[in-house]
């Protein structure tokens, strides 16, 4: 059973930064897509962004775009996702995700395990 532990989250202002990771101890790590999800109060999980398994290609949700970036350590077996410019609409809890594939998709049937998530708020 693969297991993904997100760490990272917290309070932050709007405009502040915040990276979150995701570790796991899969010796299959490196062989599969990694993705980021949100999800908020009364509202649906959604994508944020995936990075394909080799960690040279990334997409983005478009609230995502130029402000997130996806990430990951190969050796380290963890991902990262680093957010700039926060918003108090980017208050969620957010899930990384692993995907059964070498390149991940937008929606969460693409991806096998998630993680427990961690919340991120940001205060306006």
């Known amino acids: 059973q693969v297991q993904l532990v997100e760490s990272g989250g917290g309070l932050v202002q709007t405009g502040g930064s915040l990276t979150l990771s995701c570790a796991t101890s899969?010796?299959?790590?490196?062989?599969?897509?990694m993705g980021w999800f949100r999800q908020a109060p009364g509202k649906e999980r959604e994508f944020v962004g995936t990075?394909?398994?080799?960690?040279?290609?990334?997409w983005y949700e478009d609230f995502a775009e130029g402000r997130f970036t996806v990430s990951r350590d190969n050796a380290k077996n963890t991902a990262y996702l680093q957010m700039n410019s926060l918003k108090p609409e980017d208050t969620a809890v957010y899930y990384c995700?692993?995907?059964?594939?070498?390149?991940?998709?937008?929606?969460?049937?693409?991806?096998?395990?998630w993680g427990q998530g961690t919340q991120v708020t940001v205060s306006s």
């Open positions: 995700a692993m995907a059964n594939l070498r390149f991940g998709g937008i929606t969460r049937t693409g991806y096998d395990y």
């Open positions: 899969s010796r299959t790590f490196s062989e599969y897509a």
């Open positions: 990075i394909n398994w080799s960690g040279d290609r990334t």
